[in-house]
């Protein structure tokens, strides 16, 4: 499977945010082929998460971000859930996981709940290593600072603000993964 076709079945007449979500795919994609090459203990799935950081955003579109030149109609933190029903209806069950699992360190029900988000009272929180991996590598690269790499303190920093349960989530997979 070519991420790429994907990417131009849904972005194709929109190149300037198919640029964004091919650069940014891209450099979550090498930092996380770089977690897979160091930590062969990990026995990840090279091919599966090099196809999967590449998807992981495919649901951007759904969603009204206009400094990422998004005008669809949905909040930004649905776009993972979105993109996971996309890639579902393409039969691509485990690449959809990883989208629908990627924002923040994960999203909890406990969180959906406290803070009303717009989502399905489901769980997102990575779970198999792939998961966490692409999670994990997304924090590092911004969509709308494209090229820059984000410092692992402010990372930190953004993920406290959504609780003690986020960080530990995100230091887990900093211990796994450094």
């Not at 998004?70 to 933190?77: A, K, L, Q, R, V």
């Not at 959906?112 to 997304?138: G, M, Q, S, W």
Request: proline share 5%; aromatic share 12%.
């Amino acid at each position: 499977m070519n991420p790429y076709d994907l990417i131009d079945k849904y972005y194709g007449a929109t190149p300037l945010l198919r640029h964004v979500l091919v650069v940014h795919s891209e450099q979550v994609r090498d930092l996380a082929l770089q977690i897979v090459d160091r930590h062969p203990e990990l026995h990840a799935d090279r091919e599966f998460v090099e196809q999967a950081a590449m998807l992981h955003d495919i649901g951007i579109f759904y969603c009204y971000a206009p400094k990422i030149y998004c005008f669809g109609p949905h909040h930004y933190i649905e776009h993972g859930y979105l993109g996971a029903e996309l890639l579902r209806r393409e039969g691509l069950p485990r690449h959809a996981r990883v989208a629908e699992r990627h924002t923040g360190s994960g999203i909890t029900i406990e969180q959906i709940i406290r803070e009303e988000l717009p989502l399905p009272e489901v769980n997102f929180c990575p779970e198999t290593v792939e998961e966490k991996i692409v999670c994990y590598a997304d924090k590092f690269f911004s969509k709308s600072h494209l090229g820059e790499q984000t410092a692992y303190e402010k990372i930190r920093y953004n993920i406290w603000k959504y609780g003690h349960d986020a960080i530990v989530r995100f230091d887990e997979m900093e211990r796994m993964f450094r």
